[in-house]
T-cell receptor
Framework: EAQVTQNPRYLITVTGKKLTVTCSQN?????MSWYRQDPGLGLRQIYY???????DKGDVPEGYKVSRKEKRNFPLILESPSPNQTSLYFC?????????????FGDGTRLSIL | DQQVKQNSPSLSVQEGRISILNCDYT??????FLWYKKYPAEGPTFLIS???IKDKNEDGRFTVFLNKSAKHLSLHIVPSQPGDSAVYFC??????????????WGLGTSLAVNP
């Protein structure tokens, strides 16, 4: 089954404790992206990657890091999480090529930073 | 400031009737629009899209209409079914974004289809 898998689905942690949210896709997609969803703000892009070893900032990259060492994986790293990073996070992937390639989303990771 | 606006947070319709979900945008550089559907505890799922060179796209029970002069699009679901109950997001992408597939999202409209 074609899917984007995020782990963990839920995490409660404390300020400053490094964490990683993993994202893996099995569709051989070149493009991957991270969004966060906040009330009243909608989904906003954090980082994206066009292919292996190619990453770039989205609209809200502060406090986050990513890496793309393999095509299928695109982990989101919070080196020193803070309460303002409490949010619902979504990973997405798509083929490149035409603009009509829809993005496939994972089921989300709800992070609570205390 | 929201560049993609869904002004109705919720909508309730009877099964079998038409559901019309609306979306307005402000950025004239947007040239591709998508609708996603989201169930609780799941990620958004792509539903239908439209390019700015068209004014209508149809896929089964779902039709999207685009009025570029009014910067307005709508999603029509006919007939509505209880399984359509979900949050619907309007999203747009910008022609100047290059290869970044970044989507600009509305806040969503929660649709309830009542049996």
């Amino acid at each position: 089954e074609a899917q984007v898998t995020q782990n963990p689905r839920y995490l409660i942690t404390v300020t400053g404790k490094k964490l990683t949210v993993t994202c893996s896709q099995n569709m051989n997609h070149e493009y991957m992206s991270w969004y966060r969803q906040d009330p009243g703000l909608g989904l906003r892009q954090i980082y994206y990657s066009m292919n292996v070893e190619v990453t770039d900032k989205g609209d809200v990259p502060e406090g986050y890091k990513v890496s793309r060492k393999e095509k299928r994986n695109f982990p989101l790293i919070l080196e020193s999480p803070s309460p303002n990073q409490t949010s619902l996070y979504f990973c997405a992937s798509s083929k490149l090529g035409g603009r009509n390639q829809p993005q496939h989303f994972g089921d989300g990771t709800r992070l609570s930073i205390l | 400031d929201q560049q993609v606006k869904q002004n109705s947070p919720s909508l309730s319709v009877q099964e079998g009737r038409i559901s019309i979900l609306n979306c307005d945008y402000t950025n004239s550089m947007f040239d591709y629009f998508l609708w996603y559907k989201k169930y609780p505890a799941e990620g958004p799922t792509f539903l239908i899209s439209i390019s700015s060179i068209k004014d209508k796209n149809e896929d089964g029970r779902f039709t999207v209409f685009l009025n570029k002069s009014a910067k307005h699009l709508s999603l029509h679901i006919v007939p509505s079914q209880p399984g359509d109950s979900a949050v619907y997001f309007c999203a747009a992408s910008e022609s100047g974004a290059g290869n970044n597939r970044k989507l600009i999202w509305g806040l969503g409209t929660s649709l309830a289809v009542n049996p």
